[in-house]
Each structure stands twice: as C-alpha cells, then as structure tokens.
C-alpha cells in the first residue's frame, strides 16, 4: 500500500509560480511512476504530467503545460514536485498526485486528496 499527500496550491496571480508537492509513504516496490493530475469544475480530471520514479525518470507532459511546467523527483525524501511557472487562469483547477506501477498496469490506483490551485487574471 501505498499513500500520497500533495501540498503547495494556494491563490497566485497569472504569470505567477508555485510549487507543488507530492510525498509518498508505504511500500515504494508498489509505485514507479507518479503522477499530477487536475480537473477545473466541470471539467474531466486530465493528466498534466507524470515521471517515472526509477529508471532515469522519464517524464511525460500535457501540451497545455509544456515550457511552463516541471515534474522532478527526489527519491531521499520520496517527494515528486511540480514546478509552475507562467501560471493562467486556465491552469485554476483541484491538483491531485496519484500512483501506480507500470509493471501490474496502467492505472493509477493511489491517490491524494487534491489540493486547491486558483490563478487570478
């Protein structure tokens, strides 16, 4: 089992920055991949990007946040991080991390609670 707690959202003005948090507790041979989700009201949940744990951490990008966004790790503190830079209002919505082992499948099975993201204009 596996738990995941994201912290850092709050209210910022567009072109702003924030940076989010994601700290991960459990058994870590259960993850290898971790992810940042959002979903704005009304709106599905859409992956905005996702980095592999191990083997290099590879990472992978929405369209909408590429240039502006950075997911990095770091393994000692079991903390995956998204860096936002030039932060829209379209970028508002809950960011949730979520978890999963690409080598049982390819859904995400461990989820956070969200926390809050609001970009004023």
């Known amino acids: 089992q596996v738990q995941v707690v994201e912290s850092g959202g709050g209210l910022v003005q567009a072109g702003g920055s924030l940076r989010l948090s994601c700290a991960a507790s459990?058994?870590?041979?259960?993850?290898?991949?971790v992810g940042w989700y959002r979903q704005a009201p009304g709106n599905q949940r859409e992956l905005v990007a996702e980095i592999r744990i191990t083997k290099g951490g590879t990472t992978n990008y929405a369209d909408s946040v590429k240039g502006r966004f950075t997911i990095s790790r770091d393994n000692a503190k079991n903390t995956v991080y998204l860096q936002m830079n030039s932060l829209k209002p379209e970028d508002t919505a809950v960011y949730y991390c979520a978890a999963r082992n690409l080598n049982v499948g390819r859904t995400w099975p461990y989820w956070g609670q969200g926390t809050q993201v609001t970009v004023s204009s």
């Open positions: 459990g058994n870590p041979f259960d993850i290898n991949t």
